[in-house]
């Protein structure tokens, strides 16, 4: 599969059919994650974590082994830089046909955050079961999925635009796609976008419950995905460059992608 093919068929996996990963997948996905960069070139550190052995689990997931945890030091963007680093670890699982769920919640934390060794100006914000999907989900899978519509996403006019925010983008364009389908957290999906020429300009829309100061902000990580499915499907470069365009209040520039 294709960078477009397996974000387009990533979906979170909660249902697990039990089997421990193969040593060949295990060590695949270990190689590949020493070579994951992101491009704020913040480190994100990568721990496997064995479920049994530490007492892990989530009230959403059943049939795991096996959890990821990421680490990374607290420091200004490091949110975008796990969000980016995180999925790639995502995306390279799935492309072995192994599930995952970003989990940021459904935890018993300080559980987790022992088990992973996580130190002073370190965050672990999020956790992952590594595993294979089971034929049939669990009762509260599917409750979960029809709760957050973890099937559906926003529609592009509302979340794409063109040259500025009062313009709307009607559009098929796949790379844009990529950005729609990212996974977020309660699939709030803050991701905006304005398209002008060779340019994908990403914004923040803050959604009610953010909170300024708190430990990390959990829609920066969102934001860290979306740029990165946008970087997986064009190769484009990523810089930092606020091109000033005006918005709403609750609207944060983040990132430009030029193609
Ligand atoms: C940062 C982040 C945190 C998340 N936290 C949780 C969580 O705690 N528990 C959970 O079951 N799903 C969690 N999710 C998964 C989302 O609910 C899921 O990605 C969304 O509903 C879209 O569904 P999909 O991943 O199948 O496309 C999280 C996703 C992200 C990106």
């Not at 492309?95 to 935890?107: A, F, Q, R, V």
Request: overall charge negative; some cysteine; hydrophobic content about 35%.
């Amino acid at each position: 599969m294709d960078n477009m093919e397996l974000i387009m068929t990533r979906k979170s996996v909660r249902t697990f059919d039990g089997r421990p990963l193969t040593d060949e997948d295990r060590e695949k996905l270990c190689a590949f994650i020493s070579t994951i960069n992101n491009p704020y070139s913040i480190p994100v550190e990568f721990v496997l974590l064995d479920a049994e052995e530490n007492g892990l689990s989530s009230p959403v997931i059943q049939g795991e082994h096996l959890y990821i945890a990421g680490k990374v030091l607290k420091t200004e963007h490091c949110e975008e830089a796990f969000g980016y680093s995180f999925e790639q670890m995502v995306l390279y699982a799935w492309s072995l046909g192994i599930g995952t769920t970003w989990i940021g919640g459904t935890m018993k934390r300080e559980l987790f955050e022992a088990a992973a060794q996580v130190k002073n100006g370190e965050l672990m914000p999020i956790v992952s079961p590594l595993g294979y999907p089971a034929e049939e989900k669990s009762e509260v899978d599917v409750k979960l999925r029809t709760n957050v519509h973890g099937d559906e996403r926003l529609p592009a006019t509302e979340v794409f635009f063109q040259g500025d925010f009062s313009t709307p983008l009607q559009t098929e364009d796949k790379c844009l796609e990529a950005v729609r389908w990212a996974p977020t957290a309660a699939n709030m999906q803050p991701c905006r976008v304005v398209k002008c020429g060779n340019k994908y300009h990403l914004y923040e829309k803050h959604m009610p419950g953010y909170k300024p100061g708190a430990p990390w902000d959990v829609q920066k990580i969102d934001l860290g995905i979306a740029l990165c499915h946008l970087m997986c499907v064009t190769g484009g470069s990523c810089e930092i460059a606020d091109p000033g365009i005006p918005c709403a209040e609750d609207t944060e520039y983040v990132a430009t992608v030029t193609v």
